[in-house]
């Protein structure tokens, strides 16, 4: 399956934290559902930053591939070859 916009939102990792404030409120009386909502606001805000870091690394690891190809591809056009070093 391709990495696509509905692939990314299928991830959200703050679920668990959205679950527990569901489940604290259950509990409490009207007047702390603010504390639901900030919850809520705090697990969104961590669905934001890891959707964005997860974009920029597939940047980056995109990046380093071509770089990584362009490479090969310059070596076999000089007539190098590249030898896979085992550790």
């Known amino acids: 399956m ?3 916009d509905a692939t990314h939102k299928r991830h959200r990792v703050a679920d668990p934290l959205r679950e527990f404030a569901d489940g604290i409120t259950d509990d409490l009386d009207d007047d702390t559902y ?3 909502d900030e919850l809520y606001r705090i697990a969104d805000e961590i669905d934001h930053e890891h959707e964005r870091r997860m974009e920029q690394q597939s940047y980056e690891l995109r ?3 071509c770089r990584y190809l362009g490479g090969v591809i310059d070596d076999y056009r000089r007539g190098m070859k590249r030898k896979r070093l085992r550790k």
């Open 34 to 36: 603010w504390m639901r």
């Open 63 to 65: 990046r380093a591939f």
């Open 2 to 4: 391709s990495d696509n």
